[in-house]
């Protein structure tokens, strides 16, 4: 099919907008305008298809945008800003589904347009369909469905077994599909089993790194159907998104210490006691909680998952309102890996109106919870854990963490005195300069906020 020259112009400028709207999101600040952007460059890359002249299942193509257009926008609109992750997972899932049904398409059509076209055409059905059913176990355990991991025996072996198969059947596809459509049905019915097996182990405190992979696996995959359908949109679309998922993917192992290998085929968990942790954990009550920090002269506070589950983000605000009248100095410290997706804690301040310019992340702010008079910890657990520092037998051993330690008191709100996604215990927790005040995140964060005001 010969595509016109205007909807080819179109699609380029749809490309360069999708360019420039990920641009804007690489900052809090011009994020919105980039979502905005990318968002046009979207819509005239759709509207220019149905310029192509001679396009069949109108009909059904205007049908599926409006089911879909609509089921977005209702998610969309009721969806939480805690259960963002979630939701980040399964888009993306739909997106990678989206890429392997191009391909599968285009092999029952058996209108593969030469080597190159069907080697792409596999690839990017095997890492859709990877990114597809690992993206919706992605969702299922950071929506709860999902509430530990399973481990399969022989993990290890059944992956590359597993990979090994998809692989082959990969190139059987290529050498002798359509004549055998069996191989296709069995190609896929692999590759789906392959990101569901692998995703299975993974815990939550390496999901953010799951979920920016999967991105850049999506990525990939719209970018290789894009060649596979002659659509330089899909193309350039699919290798801006692979190209920021990679990279991003990197930060955040980096981020962790921990190479992608070791993420996927060797999950976080306690394989040791570890070195014996020493003291006793000590309880604080909230006014005494907000005594210290009202009469601090800096206060670092560092947001975890717990803070979201809690849906505390507008009461942490308000109580940081508080102090900020009674000339404390307040800052959010932001681990890279916090929550559960890539800025995942950076978002949910940002919607409670916390400005920018309170928000720092790791290497910004480390040095200074020396001078912090009170370290605050809202849900934070592996991130601050010092065992990080001083046990090599410990899984989290190497993984850069904030130093919330080194503040002169830390109070650590925490709905329990249970160990963080890695299966350890937190050694910060037993050390004298720290006070655990127990309770969900919002109603204690609301029981500071009435003590602060009492306090004028």
Not at 334 to 344: D, N, S, T
Request: with cysteine.
């Amino acid at each position: 099919m010969t595509i016109p020259v205007y909807v080819q112009g179109a699609w380029f400028i749809g490309a360069l907008l999708f360019i420039f709207g990920l641009k804007g999101m690489s900052s809090p600040a011009s994020a919105r305008r980039g979502i905005v952007i990318a968002g046009y460059g979207m819509l005239i890359a759709i509207a220019a298809v149905f310029l192509i002249p001679g396009l069949l299942n109108l009909g059904l193509m205007l049908l599926a945008l409006v089911v879909g257009g609509a089921l977005a926008w209702i998610s969309g609109k009721k969806v939480q800003m805690t259960d963002m992750p979630q939701m980040v997972a399964i888009y993306n899932g739909m997106g990678g589904g989206a890429a392997a049904a191009i391909a599968a398409v285009e092999f029952a059509k058996g209108e593969m347009h030469g080597l190159v076209a069907t080697i792409l055409a596999v690839l990017g059905a095997l890492i859709g369909a990877v990114s597809f059913t690992g993206s919706c176990v992605a969702w299922a355990k950071l929506q709860g469905v999902l509430k530990k991991a399973w481990r399969l025996p022989a993990q290890n072996a059944v992956n590359v077994v597993l990979a090994l198969a998809a692989i082959a059947l990969g190139v059987a596809v290529v050498i002798l599909a359509p004549q055998q459509p069996e191989l296709v049905i069995a190609f896929f019915v692999v590759a789906l089993v392959l990101g569901l097996i692998v995703t299975l182990p993974i815990g939550g405190a390496d999901m953010p790194v799951v979920i920016s992979l999967f991105n850049a696996f999506t990525g990939l995959a719209v970018g290789f159907e894009g060649y596979v359908l002659g659509n330089p949109a899909l193309i350039i679309a699919g290798i801006v998104v692979g190209a920021a998922g990679t990279l991003l993917t990197q930060l955040m192992a980096k981020a962790m210490n921990r190479p992608l290998s070791n993420i996927l085929f060797t999950p976080m968990v306690a394989a040791s006691s570890g070195e014996a942790i020493t003291g006793t954990m000590k309880e604080v009550g909230a006014i005494d909680a907000a005594a210290m920090m009202r009469y601090a002269s800096k206060v670092i506070i560092v947001p975890g998952y717990g803070m979201a589950v809690a849906h505390a983000q507008h009461k942490v605000w308000e109580m940081t309102a508080l102090l900020e009248e009674a000339g404390v100095e307040v800052k959010f410290a932001i681990h890279p890996v916090a929550g559960r997706m890539p800025g995942h804690m950076n978002v949910l301040l940002a919607e409670a109106g916390v400005p920018y310019d309170k928000i720092f992340d790791l290497e910004e702010i480390n040095g200074e919870f020396g001078q912090a008079d009170v370290a605050l910890i809202i849900g934070a657990n592996d991130v601050v854990n010092p065992t990080a520092r001083t046990d090599k037998s410990s899984p989290i051993y190497g993984m850069p963490i904030l130093n919330a330690d080194h503040a002169q008191n830390v109070i650590v709100i925490k709905r329990g005195k249970g160990t963080g996604y890695s299966g350890i215990e937190n050694a910060l927790f037993y050390t004298d300069n720290c006070r655990m005040l127990y309770g969900d995140a919002q109603p204690m964060a609301g029981e500071i906020i009435q003590h602060l005001k009492s306090m004028g």
